[in-house]
């Protein structure tokens, strides 16, 4: 038998430590990521690909994976046939099979790093914003909870609801997904870095296996397709949306993802979407809250219209029901990528989220 030589392949695994190489410089440089890749080079490909693949009614990306999978099981099969079979050259075959594994995923690395993934390095979006993201107080916190408070029971009042006094939307989600970039077009206005002509969001036909893996929605490098998860409660699709469509337009990590659904919803002309971007907003920094002044939140929570604690507990109850052995896997497996991306909050006490959040109504005050 001949020995397994190839320089194609060879280069093809180079491309794994290339890929981790350009990580560590683009971490060093995130003026030049901002400048150049993100406003740029992500711009021109981000766009491309979300045209290219966005006039499609469902999601590619969706299919690819599908595909991928039984491709997967497929060549696993195979290959445990031909050991069985061919059993004088059983190290041979592991070895090759194992060796073309590392190949895919050193491509798929590599192209996930060149055509979106530099976007983590890029500059904080407190500094894009010019937002002051000091250390805060549990009083700031407190006082922007209770200001988050009044506008989602006051947003509350103003949406529609099924027959069992939860929030629904008053159209299809695929209506919902066609107006998901109002809220983008007003805020270029005052954040140009989010401008871009994107495909509108998907929804996911097998949202139910999104569901069992605790996800709500992923943002496809490889197609810029935004994909939600359509078997959530209606009072967190908008807002699922819009945080999809951030990652669409280069911004990688994931609070600030959250941050910027939060805007994009908050300037949406539409209620459904205000109500689902606060209601967001609401439930991280009250989850804050939690963590540091127990009692406050305590206290804070009674003010809870009856419509607001109805959609949450809904949101409560569609998540427990999918809570396994799967969902805990996958949120290990989604808390060591975010890691290995270098997501964490520096200095800010309160989550990144959360601290823009401050931030922002330390900014609406001192006007």
Not at 89 to 100: D, E, M
């Amino acid at each position: 038998m001949k020995k397994f030589k190839s320089p194609y392949k060879f280069m093809c695994i180079l491309l794994f430590p290339i890929s981790i190489l350009l990580s560590y410089i683009a971490s060093f440089t995130p003026l030049f990521i901002e400048k150049i890749y993100s406003n740029y080079l992500y711009r021109f490909i981000g766009q491309s690909l979300s045209i290219i693949f966005g006039f499609l009614p469902f999601s590619i990306f969706e299919f690819m994976l599908l595909f991928l999978l039984f491709f997967i099981v497929w060549k696993i099969i195979g290959i445990i046939l031909k050991i069985i079979k061919e059993k004088s050259h059983r190290k041979y075959l592991v070895i090759h099979f194992l060796t073309n594994i590392f190949i895919f995923i050193s491509i798929a690395y590599f192209l996930f790093i060149v055509l979106w993934g530099l976007n983590y390095y890029r500059l904080p979006f407190s500094k894009i914003a010019k937002l002051d993201v000091k250390p805060a107080s549990s009083m700031e916190l407190e006082i922007v909870c209770e200001d988050l408070i009044d506008r989602t029971n006051k947003l509350r009042n103003m949406v529609h609801e099924n027959k069992d006094g939860i929030m629904n939307l008053s159209t299809s989600y695929v209506d919902m997904f066609n107006r998901a970039s109002k809220g983008y077009e007003i805020a270029i206005h005052i954040y140009p870095e989010l401008s871009g002509k994107y495909g509108n969001p998907k929804g996911v036909v097998f949202s139910q296996a999104l569901s069992f893996a605790g996800i709500g929605g992923i943002y496809s490098p490889f197609t810029g397709e935004a994909n939600v998860n359509i078997a959530m409660p209606d009072s967190i699709l908008p807002s699922t949306a819009c945080h999809e469509m951030a990652h669409q337009r280069g911004f990688a990590r994931e609070d600030e993802a959250n941050y910027i659904a939060y805007l994009a919803c908050n300037m949406h002309p539409d209620v459904d979407f205000q109500y689902s971007g606060t209601l967001l907003a609401l439930i991280h920094s009250m989850n804050a809250l939690f963590r540091y002044d127990p009692e406050k939140y305590i206290i804070l929570h009674k003010s809870y219209s009856k419509g607001l604690l109805q959609d949450l507990s809904a949101i409560k109850t569609f998540w427990q029901q999918y809570e396994g052995p799967i969902e805990r896997a996958s949120s290990e497996i989604n808390n060591a990528y975010l890691k290995s991306n270098r997501q964490n909050d520096g200095v800010q006490s309160y989550g990144r989220m959360v601290d823009l959040l401050i931030a922002e109504y330390r900014l609406k005050m001192s006007k």
